[in-house]
């Protein structure tokens, strides 16, 4: 997901570091709400800042006008909760930008907003019940495909929306493979999360797991 560097305009850039801005204050304001709990998302969102970084540079392919990761997305979403994974996403990107990519900073607007958008999505149409204990929603393989499947098809679809708008020619086909090659991470990122979420909740009455995680509100088969 990370758009080669002169697929966007300048002036499209700047639109998207505007919007990944107000995504990022919006998180900031919600998380804010409760002071209380406000230290351990500080602590949260380190941690899915640090687990998205090692996993983007664990697995990275060049494909076409963008690039192939693993990130782990759906497994810091059910185990860190959604503000966290949202903000840690940003983060994580400035990190390796900063340590590793340096040329990647240019569309780090861009590639954030790639991220994030798809996860609001994912939480406000499924996966907010699956937290919600009146909802009575039960977690298990399936649906966590289903949300890996949700959450690809939205980061591809917004790298889509880029090449599109972004004052370039960008052949379809190149886009479609681009978009291809990430059925392989559907297919194996839910067993990442399946692994993370069922080990974590065997601990979940562990004070340290309450404290950092959240599977406590998840209910599993």
Same mark, same amino acid.
């Given at each position: 997901?990370?758009?080669?560097?002169?697929?966007?305009?300048?002036?499209?850039?700047v639109?998207?570091?505007?919007?990944?801005?107000?995504?990022?204050?919006?998180?900031?304001?919600?998380?804010?709400k409760?002071?209380a709990k406000?230290?351990?998302?500080?602590?949260?969102?380190?941690?899915?800042?640090?687990?998205?970084?090692?996993?983007?540079?664990?697995?990275?392919?060049?494909?076409?006008?963008?690039?192939?990761?693993?990130?782990?997305?759906?497994?810091?979403?059910?185990?860190?909760?959604?503000?966290p994974?949202?903000m840690?996403?940003?983060?994580?990107?400035l990190?390796q930008g900063?340590?590793f990519?340096? +040329?990647? #900073?240019v569309?780090? !607007?861009?590639? /954030? @907003? $790639?991220?994030? *958008?798809?996860?609001? =999505?994912?939480?406000?149409?499924?996966?907010?019940?699956?937290?919600?204990?009146?909802?009575?929603?039960?977690?298990?393989?399936?649906?966590?495909?289903?949300?890996d499947?949700?959450?690809?098809?939205g980061?591809?679809?917004?790298?889509?929306? +880029?090449? #599109?708008?972004?004052? !370039?020619?960008? /052949? @379809? $086909?190149?886009? *479609?493979?681009?978009? =291809?090659?990430?059925?392989?991470?559907?297919?194996?990122?839910?067993?990442?999360?399946?692994?993370?979420?069922?080990?974590?909740?065997?601990?979940?009455?562990?004070?340290?797991?309450?404290?950092?995680?959240?599977v406590?509100?998840?209910?599993t088969?």
């Open positions: 997901m990370h758009i080669e560097p002169g697929y966007v305009q300048p002036a499209k850039i639109l998207a570091n505007a919007g990944a801005g107000t995504v990022l204050l919006w998180a900031v304001k919600e998380q804010i409760d002071w406000a230290p351990w998302t500080l602590v949260k969102t380190a941690v899915a800042a640090v687990a998205f970084t090692v996993f983007m540079q664990s697995f990275s392919a060049p494909v076409g006008p963008s690039e192939l990761h693993f990130t782990g997305a759906m497994a810091m979403y059910l185990t860190l909760g959604f503000f994974a949202l840690g996403f940003a983060i994580g990107l990190v900063l340590l990519s340096p +040329w990647d #900073l569309h780090l !607007g861009v590639n /954030a @907003l $790639s991220l994030m *958008l798809p996860l609001v =999505a994912v939480h406000y149409t499924l996966g907010k019940t699956l937290f919600d204990q009146n909802a009575k929603r039960r977690l298990n393989f399936a649906t966590m495909v289903k949300l499947a949700m959450y690809y098809a980061v591809t679809s917004m790298v889509g929306f +880029w090449l #599109l708008v972004g004052g !370039g020619e960008t /052949a @379809l $086909s190149a886009w *479609l493979a681009f978009a =291809a090659s990430y059925l392989v991470i559907v297919a194996a990122e839910p067993v990442l999360t399946y692994a993370v979420v069922g080990g974590l909740k065997k601990a979940q009455d562990q004070r340290w797991v309450q404290n950092l995680f959240v406590n509100q998840l209910t088969d």
